[in-house]
């Protein structure tokens, strides 16, 4: 996976100002291989997002505080399942996320990873990290008030010119 980010990069011909980010879960990497991962994405200056233990952890941020204590994946999954009265991660549906993003950022940062410590070790999720930066980029500006220079903006994977969060010029 860190190759096609390198890829991506050199397709794409990136700007400083652009970000890659890698979002990983601790549920199937032994921590011998996400130390790798870890130290390969640093040195790539790619940005990490691990959550622990599972992605859906950060869903579940958007309804309720993270839980003390250890819980598996498949916990996770069916608290979802329950919560929502229907959960299936081949089948996502974005929309009961949307309007609770702000919400789940808050929970999320209420469990940071210790000073020192690459992900986290106890159950939460860096997701947060990636959504601030996407919030900061969707949210109003001086181009858009007419105060500042014009800022288009494109996704990562959909080239050049493309309106989206990943990439930036000014």
């Known amino acids: 996976m860190l190759e096609r980010l390198k890829e991506f990069r050199k397709q794409y011909e990136l ?17 011998e291989a996400l130390s790798d991962v870890a130290r ?23 309804f309720q505080p993270l839980p003390d204590g250890t819980v598996t994946c ?9 919560f929502l009265g229907g959960y299936n991660s081949s089948h996502f549906d974005p ?17 940071p990873v210790p000073a020192g410590e690459r992900w986290p070790h106890q159950v939460g999720t860096q997701v947060y990290l ?14 858009a008030t007419g105060q500042g220079a014009e ?3 494109t996704p990562a994977g959909s080239g050049p ?5 990943g990439r930036r010029s000014r």
Do not use: Y
């Open 15 to 31: 700007s400083s100002l652009d970000q890659l980010w890698l979002m990983i879960d601790t549920d199937r990497w032994p921590e």
């Open 95 to 111: 929309q009961p996320f949307l309007e609770r993003v702000a919400h789940a950022c808050q929970e999320a940062r209420k469990r």
């Open 161 to 165: 010119g493309l309106p989206g969060p």
């Open 40 to 62: 390969q994405a640093k040195e790539q200056q790619f940005r990490l997002a691990i959550s622990n233990p599972c992605f859906e952890i950060w869903l579940w941020c958007h």
């Open 130 to 143: 990636v959504m601030e930066e996407i919030l900061q980029w969707l949210a109003p500006h001086p181009a």
């Open 74 to 82: 498949r916990q996770v999954k069916q608290n979802l399942r329950t």
């Open 151 to 153: 800022r288009t903006t």
